[in-house]
């Protein structure tokens, strides 16, 4: 069912304030991050989802998985906040963010997840995208 253009705008806006607080809170946090997050990440062994969360592309350790399944609960939990407060879905808020997420924070080498759900590297040109991404 699509989406209304009000609600389709109040979603838009939503997921900017989420970025933005992410991109402010992440500034400072960033050299916090844990090693094994970035070392995994850099590895490619995880990488953005089309759908808002972060993803496998191996199987990972159970270090690995335990810090990774952390940080996706933290993502649904911000996505329900955004959701409620913009009368969205969850599952909207996520995918419109993992769609940011992949277009603007996913670096060059880095793996993110094609709209075929196949695992991609990050080159210098733009990422494969889902057509319904904003």
Do not use: H
């Not at 809170?25 to 970035?38: F, K, T, V």
């Not at 989802?49 to 911000?78: C, E, H, M, Q, W």
């Not at 880095?110 to 991404?133: F, G, I, L, N």
């Amino acid at each position: 069912m699509a989406l209304n253009e009000k609600m389709k705008d109040r979603i838009e806006m939503a997921v900017a304030a989420l970025l933005i607080g992410a991109a402010v809170a992440g500034s400072g946090a960033m050299a916090q991050r844990d090693p094994a997050y970035q070392q995994a990440r850099a590895d490619g062994l995880i990488g953005e989802k089309t759908d808002g969360y972060l993803g496998f592309v191996t199987p990972p350790s159970p270090a690995v998985k335990a810090l990774v399944d952390d940080l996706n609960i933290k993502r649904k939990a911000k996505y329900t906040e955004e959701a409620l407060a913009n009368g969205a879905t969850v599952e909207e808020m996520a995918f419109r963010t993992g769609c940011r997420l992949i277009k603007e924070r996913t670096a060059p080498g880095e793996m993110y997840q094609a709209p075929d759900k196949s695992w991609k590297t990050r080159d210098a040109s733009p990422p494969v995208v889902d057509v319904r991404c904003p």
